[in-house]
């Protein structure tokens, strides 16, 4: 085989899966022949496990997954946490403070609901206001209701925020400057906005890459990444050949020092089967 990495990192949600979000057959094919030659294939998603097993049927993946972007590394599909990352009590004090600031109407913009992972399960300020599908799709417990005046104790793993559709996002970043900045920590709307994602300021997909090649016995300039948005650019910066796709960000387009087809071109196969015929790195 004429390909010079040792693993293969791939984001889903725009890169591996299309616009279906579905894993194509010439991506599916072409990833689990590099597994069947021993060349592991690392899934580095914002996604859950649970919405990751629901994609990646039919891919042969037994090596560690990075969920949630780097705050929850799972051993493998079926496999326990084996990094968890929380977001400090500094922090989570900080973020309740805001949502009651903005709850209290202290704000241009309004807060339409809260969700977030604790290692006990999920907790949501407004359950009522989830589409009961897309969740059973994310997650496996049973949704926990948020008493926002009483937060629970236990320590969370990442916050989503939802802003109702108008909502100033300059008046966001105005705010959150003030609340987060200090405390090294930095929204993203992984999802678009107005959605809002908040995790360990310590972690982000790059840190996980590290880890979980540290885990395989493999350095990061060995490993051949691909990625299309702003959660991606740590991932990207960091391996031996960060590519992005053609529907990237600019943030991943910046940072990646290659560019593949599109998500529904099967960029992510097209790339690879180009670096196996030309038997060299580019
Ligand atoms: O939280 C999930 C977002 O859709 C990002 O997913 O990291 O697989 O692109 P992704
Ligand atoms: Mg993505």
Redesign the pocket.
Known sequence: MGFNYKAIFV?????L?NSQKVISQRNLKCLNEFIDNGIPVVI????TLKSVKKVTQGLKIDTPIITL?GNDIRKSIDGYSMMLSYVDNQLKEAIFAMCKNILNGNSDYYIQNILFDTANGFYCLHPNLLDSNEFSTHYDSDVKELDIDNPPAESIVSFLFLLTPDSNREAFLTEQTKFFKPLGAKFCT??GWPWI?LGSPKVN?GTAMQYVCDYLGINMKDVIAF???E??VEMLAEAGLGVAMANADLHALKIAKAKALSNDEDGVSVFLEHLKQAGNIQ
């Not at 580095?44 to 996604?47: F, I, L, P, S, V």
């Open positions: 984001d889903l949600d725009g890169t899966l580095a998603t914002g996604r972007n992984f999802n994602e997909k990625g299309d948005g959660n991606d």
